[in-house]
């Protein structure tokens, strides 16, 4: 059953942990279809020679799928996948303003932190004149029994005080600002970038380190020109689909 590679993956060309890359080369096997859902995987004596490691660094690596709930062992029958990776892309990112206020079905909002922010924040891709104060909100959005986003928000201090905290919890970033009543954003831009998860975006979001992560910036400016909303998302990439109407 061992599966033989175009040409042996060097395991050395990054500083991320041997078996962490596997892991994220046999959650991709499972992913695809090669290991398909009931099959019975390679046994740890062949997959240690095709990538020419350790025994137990393919044990490390397993043991992250087991504990994903992706693959199964059975005593003197071998190990099987149970069930395929959860990569089925349903958290899609608009493109334009009215996709981005719509919440995901299913979806629930954690509020891990709200508070004053230290001094003015040194935001990438800035747009506007900075608000003379912002409020800083940590959100961890969940789909039932997965979180899929981890996102810091800065809004400006006067516009956190017509924003409820029941608000917080169900709304989306940019729709908080679209529901305050008389505000008219004037103008909106998203950014997104293409990452690895660090050891906190890690933790928060249930994956692997350096596991792939979608970062998008949006930043909404007011009608006086004023950078009122900055807030910067972190989302799992295996749960992320970007669709963009080309005519």
């Given at each position: 059953?061992?599966?033989v590679?175009?040409?042996?993956?060097?395991?050395?060309?990054?500083?991320?942990?041997?078996?962490?890359q596997?892991?994220?080369?046999?959650?991709?096997?499972?992913?695809?279809?090669?290991?398909?859902?009931?099959?019975?995987?390679?046994?740890?004596?062949?997959?240690?020679?095709?990538?020419g490691?350790?025994?137990?660094?393919?044990?490390?690596?397993?043991?992250?799928?087991?504990?994903?709930?992706l693959?199964?062992?059975?005593?003197?029958?071998?190990?099987?996948?149970?069930?395929?990776?959860?990569?089925?892309?349903?958290?899609?990112?608009?493109?334009?303003?009215?996709?981005?206020l719509?919440?995901?079905?299913?979806?629930?909002?954690?509020?891990?932190?709200d508070?004053?922010?230290?001094?003015?924040?040194?935001?990438?891709y800035?747009?506007g004149?900075?608000?003379?104060?912002?409020?800083?909100?940590?959100?961890?959005?969940?789909?039932?029994?997965?979180?899929?986003?981890l996102?810091?928000?800065y809004?400006?201090?006067?516009?956190?005080?017509?924003?409820?905290?029941?608000?917080?919890r169900?709304?989306t970033a940019?729709?908080?600002?679209?529901?305050?009543?008389?505000?008219?954003?004037?103008?909106?831009?998203?950014?997104?970038?293409?990452a690895?998860?660090?050891?906190?975006?890690?933790?928060?979001?249930?994956?692997?380190?350096?596991a792939?992560?979608?970062?998008?910036?949006?930043?909404?400016?007011?009608?006086?020109?004023?950078?009122?909303?900055?807030?910067?998302?972190?989302?799992?990439?295996?749960v992320l689909?970007?669709?963009?109407e080309?005519?």
């Amino acid at each position: 059953m061992t599966t033989v590679p175009l040409a042996r993956v060097d395991l050395n060309q990054s500083s991320v942990s041997r078996y962490i890359q596997l892991a994220t080369l046999f959650r991709q096997r499972i992913t695809s279809g090669q290991w398909r859902s009931g099959a019975q995987i390679p046994t740890v004596a062949d997959l240690a020679e095709e990538y020419g490691v350790a025994r137990a660094t393919i044990r490390q690596a397993l043991d992250e799928l087991v504990r994903e709930g992706l693959i199964e062992r059975f005593r003197a029958r071998g190990t099987f996948v149970r069930a395929r990776a959860r990569n089925q892309l349903w958290c899609q990112v608009g493109t334009e303003w009215s996709g981005l206020l719509r919440a995901i079905d299913g979806a629930s909002i954690e509020v891990l932190a709200d508070s004053a922010a230290v001094g003015l924040p040194e935001l990438r891709y800035a747009i506007g004149t900075p608000a003379a104060a912002y409020r800083q909100l940590k959100r961890r959005h969940w789909r039932p029994g997965q979180p899929f986003l981890l996102a810091d928000l800065y809004i400006s201090e006067d516009l956190r005080g017509r924003i409820s905290d029941e608000d917080l919890r169900l709304k989306t970033a940019l729709r908080l600002i679209d529901d305050i009543p008389g505000l008219i954003p004037a103008s909106a831009r998203q950014t997104l970038t293409i990452a690895a998860a660090d050891v906190e975006s890690a933790q928060a979001l249930q994956i692997p380190i350096n596991a792939p992560v979608a970062v998008v910036h949006r930043r909404v400016v007011d009608s006086e020109g004023q950078l009122i909303l900055a807030a910067d998302g972190i989302y799992r990439g295996d749960v992320l689909r970007l669709d963009i109407e080309l005519r």
